[in-house]
């Protein structure tokens, strides 16, 4: 199984090497494209018609100069195109939880959404901050992704890919959550204004909204929380509309 890796917190980030180490003990095909930089909220969005710059900083680790989603692109187009694309793509493990709005905002689920383009099963991972680590989490992660490989029929649907949320600790128990609303950017702060211009700051954080069954009460709770996401989310207007 040939794996791709990509991630939005940057190339050196504790949670990349986390998720690479769990899928190690599974494939020894595994290939790592990250940002040279961490990129919050960095979404889907890509680079275009400007110069991308791919760096090997190890055996099939490269670093890039583009968005997190451009770790996908570059990959497919170039590093791993053609007969040699993946089985699968992993994003994370973020270092912080992805819920709510986050499904929009998310770098680690824009690498996930970017892959779906491809047809190619996409998983992004992320996990609470200053989760408590502990020898076997690589090998039981590892463990939890083949499972997954092996269950793909049951998961994998054109447009679709998964979100999974890990608690503090591992091993843990899974359950499928539903969305809830946890507002970020949801303030400004003006750090400087004069004349004509105003200079604002949109400070890190979340409302830490919460209601029962939703992903954070979930994950609060010690559970593993999985769902599906489709990036085309199409609602059907009403005939009546059309006519009136």
């Not at 996908?72 to 089985?87: I, N, S, Y």
């Not at 490989?149 to 899974?174: C, F, Q, T, Y």
Request: with cysteine; hydrophobic share 40%; net charge negative.
């Amino acid at each position: 199984m040939k794996i791709l890796i990509c991630n939005d917190d940057g190339i050196a980030s504790p949670g990349l090497a986390r998720l690479v180490a769990a899928a190690q003990t599974i494939s020894d095909d595994v290939w790592v494209v990250a940002p040279e930089r961490k990129h919050t909220a960095a979404g889907p969005s890509l680079t275009m018609a400007e110069p991308i710059t791919m760096r090997r900083t190890a055996e099939r680790w490269y670093s890039c100069s583009g968005r997190p989603a451009d770790c996908v692109v570059t990959a497919m187009t170039w590093l791993l195109a053609g007969d040699d694309r993946p089985d699968i793509v992993l994003g994370g493990i973020n270092d912080g939880r992805n819920v709510a709005e986050d499904l929009a905002y998310s770098g680690t689920l824009g690498i996930a959404r970017e892959a779906s383009f491809w047809g190619v099963p996409a998983i992004g991972f992320s996990q609470v901050k200053s989760p408590d680590i502990r020898p076997g989490d690589d090998a039981w992660l590892g463990g939890l992704i083949a499972d997954l490989w092996r269950k793909r029929a049951d998961w994998v649907l054109e447009g679709h890919w998964l979100s999974i949320n890990l608690p503090s600790s591992l091993p843990a128990e899974i359950r499928q959550p539903k969305i809830g609303r946890d507002k970020i950017a949801r303030r400004s702060e003006v750090v400087e204004q004069g004349g004509d211009r105003t200079v604002l700051v949109v400070p890190r954080g979340r409302e830490r909204t919460s209601v029962e069954g939703d992903e954070n009460s979930t994950i609060d709770a010690g559970y593993i929380t999985i769902n599906r996401i489709n990036w085309f989310g199409e609602t059907r207007l009403a005939q009546g509309f059309l006519e009136a």
